[in-house]
């Protein structure tokens, strides 16, 4: 039986996944925008109690296909912890194709090129990274740990393993001030990536804008529904990628965008067009909708 340590969260994707509790809250935690994990204290848990989970799961083996490792950046675990972990697994759960996480950048670069490609053989093939911004000064300014270069470099790196790599961009992260760098230098880092798949969400205020305001080193004033729409007619006009699925239809966002990219570009740009040329009709998400 399995006890979660609350809030819990996951990737829209892992729905139907085994959600393992692995870590509790986020190893980092000092994110401007983020409160996801801002009430627990990070801490890997000890490898016997998720072992016994696991054992105690042992009954639906057969039904289990898909684990997330939880909370906020599993892969912070140390390579010999995860590859026991996956072992655990594979002998668990025999029809088990695949195990994903949550990932910083800095958790990447810390394992070999070696035993990346160990842990993708044992069945780790997916990571979600927020890279949130592409840009070096909004990167310091919400205090993300993280620039272009390490960004990059990291995430090439997974992908060189045979890890599948699910990156997010934070529509309004910066305010009008940022705004254009931030839309050109996020499109920029994504290009480098290449990523099997990419999110945008615009940026929310679960403790108020003036909560947000006093963790952002920096002037900040918010974007309003057409200036962050016009902020993702950048970002999707300086995109150059080969075959990644897009989306950004999660609850946050004000105009629902799909498609593949760069194959439906041009669509995706003339519906955003389509906002600015024809307002009244452009079938926006209202915003008492926004967050259900």
Request: net charge negative; glycine share 4%.
């Amino acid at each position: 039986m399995i006890t979660y340590d609350e809030p819990l969260f996951r990737p829209p994707s892992e729905a139907y996944s085994l959600i393992l509790q692995v870590s509790l809250g986020c190893a980092w935690n000092k994110c401007a925008f983020c409160e996801m994990y801002s009430n627990k204290q990070f801490r890997l848990r000890p490898e016997e109690e998720i072992f016994a989970e696991i054992d105690s799961l042992s009954s639906q083996a057969d039904q289990i296909r898909k684990v997330f490792l939880a909370d906020g950046n599993a892969m912070v675990m140390s390579f010999d912890k995860l590859s026991r972990l996956l072992d655990k697994l594979n002998a668990t759960f025999p029809k088990l194709n695949r195990v994903s996480a949550y990932a910083l950048p800095r958790d990447i670069e810390s394992k070999t090129d070696e035993e990346l490609r160990i842990l993708t053989s044992k069945g780790l093939k997916l990571l979600y990274v927020g890279i949130e911004s592409g840009d070096d000064k909004l990167l310091q300014v919400i205090n993300k740990g993280e620039d272009f270069s390490s960004t990059s470099s990291a995430l090439k790196k997974a992908r060189q393993a045979g890890i599948k790599l699910s990156v997010m961009i934070l529509n309004g992260l910066g305010g009008q001030k940022y705004s254009e760098q931030h839309a050109i230098n996020s499109a920029k880092v994504v290009n480098e990536i290449q990523p099997e798949f990419l999110s945008t969400l615009v940026l929310s205020y679960p403790y108020g804008e003036d909560h947000f305001k006093q963790k952002f080193n920096d002037e900040f004033i918010p974007l309003n529904t057409i200036e962050l729409i016009a902020e993702m007619k950048v970002f999707i006009e300086t995109l150059e990628l080969d075959n990644t699925v897009f989306r950004s239809d999660h609850a946050s966002n004000y105009l629902i965008l799909k498609g593949n990219l760069n194959r439906d570009k041009e669509e995706l740009l003339d519906r955003i067009n389509g906002v600015f040329d024809d307002p009244a009709n452009a079938k926006l998400r209202p915003e008492w909708m926004r967050g259900l």
